[in-house]
């Protein structure tokens, strides 16, 4: 019996949440990262949408995707800004300690 060299790209292909196989999901390169390639893709039928992280390592590829209500463009422009510093902290710190901080999120 030959093996299917495509079967672990069949595993993607199926949705997470509605497990539906005969849609081709639409799929959106996001950008690279030293971590991988960066990936949106978002099911056919129930529009459920994954950020997956595909990265290649020795002997094979590694794939890590987490359930998104993010649009695309929300997910490149935090993948590009770049993880969170201890300034980033404190500055929500002191956000949160001001009386009008609900009222300036919805400005
Ligand atoms: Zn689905």
Redesign the pocket.
Known sequence: MEKDPFKPLKIISE??????RR?A?QVQFINDCPEGNLLYVQ??????RLVVLVSFVPGGMNLLGVLTDLESNEIKKFSERGPLKADDVLELHQALGQKDFIKKLTE
Do not use: L, T
């Open positions: 949705c997470p949440v509605c497990h539906e849609s999901p099911c056919a039928n129930c529009a459920s």
